[in-house]
């Protein structure tokens, strides 16, 4: 059985679908997608090129507005933010700017300007991020590096249940999602990396780094 792409925990079996088999991790209650299972950059690309989300789409403003709009109460009025997998249309950047915000943007394969992941920011921001990402630890140590003390980490992702959620979620459809994050999974993070955990809304945490 492979180890858990966040803690290394060796896994157990937890599904198999007629498309993949899915391993649960006992330690920090990820469920994650075998190795076996991903799809090489090149195919990862031409699905994400399929989706069509930009400034003008009212609705994804919407969506976005469920991190963001909390987000902006919670930092200070001339705070600097990242968008870590921003997308093709850095949406939530242009929509911060509105509120006098300056969020950087990156994104592995539309804007893939590493030097942004150079700096500190007050917030850094993934919405629909974390489940594309194969090395869950290397993405929280990254992470990590990128919030300034004080700061706040805001996820976006749906959140995994029981089993019984599981198998007819339509969140595993998605062949790009391969790590799935359970609320234990983000409060296991939150007592290793010594943050704070905020439960903002079924698919919307944020982790408050300390101040020193």
């Known amino acids: ?21 899915y391993v649960r991790c006992p330690q920090c209650f990820m469920v994650s997608v075998p190795t076996a299972f991903y799809w090489d950059e090149a195919a990862e690309k031409a699905h994400y090129d399929c ?6 789409d009212a609705g994804y403003q ?18 600097n ?38 700096q500190q920011y007050d917030f850094v921001c993934l919405t629909e991020v974390i489940e594309h990402i194969a090395d869950a630890q290397a993405l929280v140590e990254q992470l990590s590096q990128l919030v300034l003390p004080g700061g706040i980490l805001a996820v976006m992702t749906k959140r995994v249940s029981d089993l019984d959620g599981f198998i007819n ?8 999602h391969i790590n799935f994050y359970a609320l234990e999974t983000f409060e296991w993070i939150a007592r290793q990396q010594g943050w704070k955990l905020e439960v903002i809304d079924r698919d919307v945490v944020f982790f408050h780094l300390p101040a020193c």
């Open 51 to 56: 989706h069509h989300n930009d400034f003008a």
């Open 169 to 176: 979620w339509h969140y595993k459809i998605d062949p790009t």
């Open 1 to 21: 059985m492979s180890s858990c792409p966040l803690c290394h925990h060796d896994t157990v079996a937890f599904h198999q679908d007629k498309k993949r088999a």
């Open 62 to 79: 919407h969506f976005l507005s469920r991190t963001l709009t909390p987000l902006l109460t919670r930092v200070k009025p001339n705070a």
């Open 81 to 118: 933010g990242l968008d870590f997998g921003c997308g093709e249309g850095a949406v939530l950047s242009q929509m911060a700017a509105k509120h006098g915000i300056n969020v950087a943007n990156y994104d592995l394969f539309y804007h893939p300007d590493t030097r942004v992941l150079s």
